[in-house]
């Protein structure tokens, strides 16, 4: 209440005792009219001194009464009495947030195929590009005197192709695996280099050898050789394999890097390679390339 309130209150005990107003009907009702507000202005000057002595818990009341809502505008009705005016609650124009229906963070029989695939494969968004990737850094490690041609198979499918893949078995932890393969050419023999990223599964780690010898199902000697203080297992198989020779490497964070390479194509109908593409000393530095290494 402000202090013209105030006035109009006290002017209201003064109009009490003034002479009885003129018998003029139209005045009659509007000094009715203001003589009701007075009376209310008064009430409510009576009022403010309890108010002001509670103002300290006026809050905590006011929002016991309310319940917390916001109350809206008081104002008069037909009967006299002030009543409350609903104040819509104001609705939120942010888009809430959807919960992703990602697989379980362990894999159990029956759970969805992540991110909308049908199956284990992604072909298309950001992981199968990945492995477009890998399969471009793959071909930009191809040594002078090799080309990577875009050659066919004889029922004409592509002979390069890039793979992204959810890896996960029952009971592991999410994982992908992410590959690419490309032709290598000289002298009209075609041979075949593959990379392999696998992101980290929660395993142990293990012997480089032992990793080394998890690839492909391959046999063979296998020597471990420093690059820089990386370990990496380096497999020699007898040539009964698709791959004669590959490199293994582990991470610190889990990731598995395999590059291997075959002096042949299978399937391809071509002659193959004389020599490997690269030495054992090659592949290890090669395996070890920052560009090869997929984490998620």
């Given amino acids: 209440m402000n202090e013209e309130d105030l006035n109009e209150a006290f002017h209201d005990v003064m109009v009490r005792s003034s002479p009885p107003p003129s018998m003029d009907p139209a005045r ?14 008064a009430w409510a000057a009576i009022a403010v001194v309890p108010l002001v002595v509670g103002v300290g818990a006026g809050p ?11 109350a809206g505008p008081m104002v ?12 819509p609650t104001p609705v939120s124009t942010m888009t809430p947030t959807k919960t992703p229906s990602n697989v379980p963070s362990t894999r159990k029989t029956g759970d969805p195929w992540p991110e909308g695939q ?6 298309a968004g950001p992981r199968a590009a990945r492995a477009v990737t890998l399969m471009h850094d793959l071909g930009s490690s191809v040594p002078p005197g090799f080309s990577e041609p875009d050659l066919k198979y ?3 499918h592509p002979m390069r192709w890039p793979q992204s893949q959810y890896a996960s078995n029952d009971g592991e932890r999410d994982y992908w695996e992410y590959k690419a393969s490309i032709p290598v050419e ?44 990386k370990k990496v297992g380096v497999v020699t198989t007898n040539g009964r394999g698709s791959y004669d020779q590959w490199a293994a490497y582990r991470y610190g964070d889990g990731t598995v890097v ?3 390479q075959s002096k042949k194509f299978d399937r391809s109908g ?17 395996v070890t390339s920052a560009k090869f290494k997929i984490s998620t």
């Fill in 76 to 87: 008069a009705s037909g009967t006299g009495m002030t009543q409350p005016v609903s104040t």
């Fill in 258 to 260: 395999y590059f291997a």
């Fill in 28 to 41: 009659a009702l509007d000094q009715a009219h203001r003589a009701r507000k007075r009376r209310r202005v």
């Fill in 186 to 229: 000289t002298a009209g023999r075609v041979g075949r280099l593959l990379v392999q990223s696998t992101t980290p599964d929660g395993k142990p780690a293990m012997d480089p050898c032992k990793l080394a010898r998890k690839f492909w199902s391959g046999t063979g000697s296998c020597a471990i050789v420093d690059v820089g203080g």
């Fill in 118 to 123: 049908v199956d284990r494969t992604a072909t």
């Fill in 270 to 286: 071509r002659s193959p390679l004389t020599q490997p593409v690269f030495t054992a000393r090659q592949l290890a530095e090669l």
């Fill in 154 to 156: 004889p029922d004409g």
């Fill in 60 to 70: 905590a009341l006011v929002a016991n009464y309310t319940g917390h809502r916001s």
